[in-house]
């Protein structure tokens, strides 16, 4: 497993911190945490899983190119309609296309 080379800075000397200082710092500067597990029986791998975990604010994660849920229809309602609304042109067009060879003799 590996860690992060860079952590958020500790607390000042002398002060404490809340979990809400520590909680805007992780965001903040972010946490990535990442690890395989791999499965092996006689030299023959059989499972190999890859985890990657990665803990910032929203705005941070944009700034580093993150932006997958604007994109995802279950998490955003914007993306759901662009795909439906995707599907229902290609639907229209199947069905004038079917219709045209219907009409043709």
Not at 28 to 38: E, L, N, S, T, W
Not at 40 to 61: F, P
Request: glycine share 6%; hydrophobic share 40%; aromatic share 2%.
């Amino acid at each position: 497993m590996t860690f992060p080379s860079r952590l958020p800075d500790p607390p000042p000397p002398g002060g404490s911190a809340n979990l809400a200082d520590i909680l805007e710092r992780v965001l903040d500067k972010g946490v990535v945490i990442a690890g395989d597990i791999r499965v092996n029986l006689l030299d023959i791998e059989l499972l190999t899983i890859k985890l990657r975990l990665i803990v910032v604010s929203v705005d941070k994660a944009k700034e580093m190119g993150i932006d997958w849920w604007e994109h995802d229809p279950a998490l955003s309602p914007g993306a759901r309609r662009r795909d439906l609304s995707g599907e229902n042109e290609r639907l229209k067009a199947r069905i004038a296309e079917l219709e045209s060879r219907e009409e043709a003799p």
